[in-house]
């Protein structure tokens, strides 16, 4: 499992340029999932917030607290803002008559000279504008003192030059929303954004934010353009959401209610992030569900099965009851756990229920979406350890919802490796209650799924099928470079060889924000103003890209044959039967290339055309990209000389049969 590309000048010395045949034996072809290559997100490394989420302004809610961060002072209510002109104003945080329950803190900004005085929001290490864009800036806010009235926003650079400008006013004793629309004059990666009251008073705002008009697919409360279309480039066929860890939570206390993200923003509940941050959930399950419509991905939503992280650094519950830890992982006192499975069962109905009849179904047409969202999976339990604790909910949450809602594939997990004591008893427990599908996890060396590649050829097909939710090849140093991402292609080859048993896959972690990072490696970084694609993403987004419905089986005969060498060179034939396309996969991991010939056995090509698409690039190449470009094919047999390090898909279409 240690081995490494390194290595390969003494491993591979005196090598030869290899000759291969590849016969296709497309009649004896199977049929194979066709929600293979998905993603997983989970709202790590600023994922959602400062992230995915388009909102501009941090800590909009002033609901930041110490214990967001391990008891952070330096993390409250007034993180991310600052007095403009400290001398005649104060910023206070009350909680007295908020604007809603759920969000008690409100700033109060007493204005003692006007104009001048004001509020500034810094955003997610700055706020990036573009010339000419406009932006949706709103407020709820009343007037403690005084008569209230004009209210000044501007954007703000660096040198505190105005670059946008609007003004909204503030008068009433109620909670009012307050909306305007700011345009920028100027492109600026570090701006901010400040509120400026031109009468002085005493004022209450809550819920500041600063939006940009143009979200993917124009939704109000949309997602940021360049990341939502980064991820819709892979074509996912599902996504895994809203996370593993904080799916669960750091304790039952914190375990992802999925109601309290849903509603008017005022309304939801934030959340501590177990990862140590602020989740305003903004991002909730509604704009899920919509974002996975917007793309063609089948949602899959993933809710703790009655038990937080296995990890979790506390037992602490607000109820009265006493609640038992096992060691680290707690659970729902048993007499909470029937409202927590109608729980479960509210959410597939406000996915799918009727907008008429059904109380959550009705919330959903509200929320702009009368149509079912189609539910069809839903994930229980991430990486659990599998406890008596843990087995006595599942089972409860299992068989409650197989018997309300048979139509839904239930995901269980089993553990957070591919072997041990969770791994054995979780594949028990999902043997024996009959679970359809199962979430395996495992991050592991480039090694280990170098020799790994039957690793699914052994599974028992009439067990519960395989949901490789999360997965990555991990060197020294955490990165992705040629070696990680080829090491994952080709082990994917075996799973698309193995399609028939695993039903979906996911790389892990999705996204990472730059000087944010709290797990590497990840699958695309990003910045206020950038997206990094690694060269992992561009893995999965050829398979992605080109995923077929049916696996052909192939014969591969190298001229060398030490196991060393024939395990480093990997082939998978698919056909898009949608399409009527044959696409081939190839990857050389070897340090010689491999001239290939290729026979499609069994098929009949008409008036065919292919395309190349190739990665390649020396082993600790960061920055290598794919490139299309078309590909001469003749007929039912052609030649193809793999390049040394590289990952090859050649997609083989065709003209209509006479």
Avoid at 118 to 144: C, H, M, P, Q, T
Avoid at 492 to 498: G, H, M
Avoid at 566 to 594: E, Q
Avoid at 624 to 653: D, H, L, N, Q, W
Wanted: charged letters at 25%.
């Amino acid at each position: 499992n240690a081995e490494r590309m390194a290595q390969d000048p003494v491993r591979f010395v005196g090598l030869k340029p290899l000759q291969a045949t590849v016969t296709v034996k497309a009649e004896a072809g199977k049929k194979i999932s066709d929600h293979l290559i998905g993603i997983f997100f989970e709202d790590i490394n600023y994922a959602a917030d400062g992230g995915l989420y388009a909102e501009l302004i941090q800590n909009r809610d002033f609901e930041y607290a110490p214990a967001d961060r391990g008891n952070d002072r330096n993390w409250n209510s007034t993180h991310s803002w600052a007095l403009a002109d400290a001398g005649s104003a104060t910023l206070n945080i009350e909680t007295f008559s908020p604007l809603h329950p759920n969000n008690p803190h409100y700033a109060v900004l007493e204005v003692r000279s006007a104009p001048g005085a004001g509020l500034v929001n810094s955003g997610f290490d700055g706020i990036a504008v573009k010339e000419g864009a406009r932006y949706d800036f709103s407020l709820f806010g009343k007037v403690l003192e005084g008569k209230g009235g004009k209210v000044v926003v501007k954007l703000l650079d660096t040198n505190g030059a105005v670059i946008g400008q609007s003004s909204v006013t503030i008068s009433s004793k109620d909670w009012k929303q307050q909306k305007s629309v700011v345009t920028a004059t100027a492109d600026v990666p570090v701006a901010s954004l400040a509120i400026y009251p031109q009468v002085a008073g005493k004022y209450a705002l809550d819920m500041i934010s600063l939006f940009p008009q143009e979200t993917f697919k124009g939704r109000k409360n949309g997602l940021r353009v360049d990341l939502a279309q980064t991820l819709a480039d892979l074509h996912p066929r599902f996504i895994r959401f809203p996370g593993g860890c904080v799916a669960h939570g750091d304790g039952v206390d914190n375990i992802y209610d999925w109601k309290g993200s849903i509603g008017p923003l005022e309304s939801r509940k934030p959340l501590r992030n177990l990862w140590g941050y602020h989740q305003t959930r903004g991002l909730g399950y509604f704009e899920y569900f919509q974002y996975c419509e917007d793309i063609g991905a089948e949602p899959l939503p993933v809710l703790a099965a009655g038990v937080p992280c296995q990890n979790s650094g506390t037992c602490a519950h607000h109820s009265t009851d006493e609640l038992t830890c096992m060691g680290q992982q707690g659970g729902i006192p048993m007499e909470e756990m029937d409202k927590y499975i109608q729980d479960v069962l509210d959410l597939i109905e406000y996915a799918n229920g009727d907008a008429r009849r059904t109380k959550w179904g009705k919330m959903r047409a509200e929320a702009g979406h009368p149509k079912p969202f189609n539910l069809k999976f839903i994930g229980i339990g991430n990486e659990d350890m599998i406890t008596d604790v843990f087995e006595e909910r599942f089972t409860l949450i299992y068989n409650a919802v197989r018997e309300k809602h048979p139509e839904i594939t239930v995901i269980g997990t089993v553990g957070p490796f591919y072997e041990g004591t969770d791994y054995e008893e979780g594949w028990e427990l999902a043997t024996h209650l009959g679970v359809p599908m199962v979430d395996e996890h495992y991050y592991v060396e480039p090694g280990w799924l170098i020799h790994n590649q039957d690793y699914y050829d052994r599974y028992d097909r009439n067990k519960p099928k395989v949901y490789l939710g999360e997965y990555a090849s991990h060197v020294s140093g955490r990165h992705n470079n040629i070696e990680t991402a080829l090491t994952e292609a080709l082990y994917l080859t075996s799973v698309e060889r193995n399609g028939d048993v695993v039903s979906m896959t996911s790389y892990a972690p999705l996204l990472a924000k730059e000087g944010h990072t709290q797990w590497n490696p990840d699958l695309i970084y990003f910045n206020n103003t950038e997206v990094k694609p690694t060269v992992s993403y561009y893995v999965q987004q050829m398979y992605g890209q080109h995923s077929g419905s049916e696996y052909l089986p192939s014969v591969v005969s190298l001229d060398n044959q030490p196991d060393a060498v024939r395990k480093r060179v990997g082939v998978s034939v698919v056909k898009d039967k949608a399409r009527g396309d044959y696409i081939v996969k190839l990857v050389n991991l070897l340090p010689v290339k491999v001239a290939s010939r290729i026979r499609l056995e069994g098929v009949s090509l008409v008036d065919p055309s292919a395309t190349k698409t190739l990665l390649t690039g020396e082993p600790q190449s960061k920055d290598a990209k794919p490139v299309t470009s078309p590909f001469e094919i003749g007929g039912e047999e052609f030649s193809y000389e793999m390049p040394p390090y590289s990952f090859t898909v050649i997609r083989i279409g065709q003209g209509e049969k006479k």
